[in-house]
């Protein structure tokens, strides 16, 4: 049975036994709560500190903070995280002020806070801009030289992380920044066997403002009187007017075939009760865009909505720490046509233990950056995977003399200066 636009009889039955269920236990009390088994959820509760030391560069302000004051939008979409880690950073217990002593090194540069009048990131000059920023570093201090990066860390938090555009096709050409080769990349894009994913790469959740969406909690006996939810796009006709790359089809198929499916609650409208509307639902749609992330993940954790993951090959934000085959269901994207069918397949029992994961406070912590930092969220959780990382390898540092990277490698836009 795939989706053919309106809920069968039995579809509608079993739905009202499953939100009937549901609702009755939709209060979370601490017995209600399941903690994570095992290593994960030793890794999730980790101090960093003193564990690292992090060296933070101190660039001119228009690598960073001219950036943000011209334009303050920066500081509340999707790719802020560039933002908020400097300033994690900057008060962190883990800053040393003597670099000399310092496990790794981070560059304080802004490559996403240019933006269109739509709040979208141009990414024509990021590669220039971060090229730029490493020069700098490279000519005024020894670290970068001794290592060509490979002790450095750069947030890069766009749609395909340091290829550095929004289309995947393109990105793929592009690849990664040639003079970032040897650096650990903390990227919001992760997929499994992808040109813009390195090896030894953090995979980090995109940013959703923690105060607005701490702001829209409901009641935790408000029941989940929705089966399936969602708001987006399905089409992005000015991007690809053709149809059929977007989202590799995916969310079309989604709306083609499950628009008027009483089952699910979907629409490309965003309505003023969205945050209130995931905490009344089961399942939260999470299909990938042109990237395979989108906040839509974060939202759905925190909120306790049974993330639906719907982008094959996907890397998940601290999946070391996060054990998401136990707290969402992935559903290859071929398999878009079945959705009703696996969702309502799913047990009582398997869909109540989803829900007592996503109730631990430390699952929903991990996913936000708060300002000011909160012990286990994600800014901790990045210093932990920098952790883990060390010590460095030997290879790391580099003979005198020798070099690996060739600063003139790359599209020719990239080198030009900024």
């Not at 809920?7 to 236990?25: D, F, I, R, Y």
């Not at 011209?70 to 400097?86: G, N, P």
């Amino acid at each position: 049975m795939g989706g053919t636009g309106s809920a069968t009889a039995p579809q509608a039955l079993a739905l009202a036994a499953l939100l009937l269920a549901c609702s009755g236990v939709a209060v979370v009390t601490a017995q209600d709560i399941e903690r994570i088994q095992g290593s994960a959820g030793d890794v999730l509760e980790d101090d960093p500190v003193g564990r690292l030391k992090v060296y933070v560069y101190e660039l001119p302000p228009k690598y960073n903070k001219n950036v943000v004051a011209k334009d303050s939008r920066c500081l509340s979409h999707m790719f802020a995280t560039e933002i908020f880690m400097h300033r994690f950073l900057l008060a962190s217990a883990v800053r040393t002020l003597n670099p000399d002593e310092a496990d790794w090194f981070y560059t304080p540069v802004y490559t996403t806070c240019d933006l269109t009048p739509w709040g979208h990131p141009l990414t024509v000059k990021s590669p220039r801009m971060m090229r730029s920023a490493i020069q700098y570093v490279s000519k005024r201090w020894p670290y970068w030289n001794r290592t060509e990066g490979a002790d450095h860390f750069f947030v890069t938090p766009h749609d395909f992380g340091a290829c550095f555009y929004f289309q995947e096709e393109k990105a793929i050409q592009r690849g990664v920044l040639p003079v970032l080769r040897r650096a650990t990349l903390v990227q919001t894009f992760g997929q499994k066997n992808h040109v813009c994913l390195r090896e030894g790469s953090i995979t980090i959740p995109p940013y959703a403002p923690p105060h607005k969406i701490r702001a829209h909690i409901v009641p935790p006996e408000t029941p989940r009187s929705i089966f399936v939810y969602f708001r987006g796009l399905f089409y992005d006709t000015a991007n690809d007017p053709e149809g059929g790359y977007y989202a590799r089809g995916a969310r079309a198929s989604v709306w083609e075939n499950f628009k008027n499916n009483a089952l699910f609650d979907i629409s490309t409208e965003h309505p003023p009760t969205y945050y209130e509307d995931m905490q009344r639902a089961i399942f939260c749609l999470c299909p990938l865009g042109w990237a395979p992330w989108s906040p839509r993940l974060v939202e759905a954790v925190v909120f306790g909505c049974i993330p639906v993951i719907i982008a094959d090959d996907i890397v998940l934000p601290f999946a070391d720490a996060i054990p998401w085959e136990e707290i969402a269901v992935f559903v290859p994207e071929d398999d878009v046509l079945r959705l009703d069918t696996i969702l309502t397949s799913i047990p009582m029992d398997e869909i109540l233990r989803k829900q007592r994961l996503l109730a631990n406070p430390s699952m929903k912590q991990a996913m936000l950056f708060p300002q000011p930092a909160e012990p286990r969220d994600a800014f901790h959780q990045v210093l932990n995977g920098l952790a883990r990382k060390l010590p460095h390898p030997k290879d790391v540092f580099l003979k005198p003399g020798q070099k690996v990277l060739n600063w003139t490698e790359g599209a020719q836009d990239d080198l030009k200066p900024w």
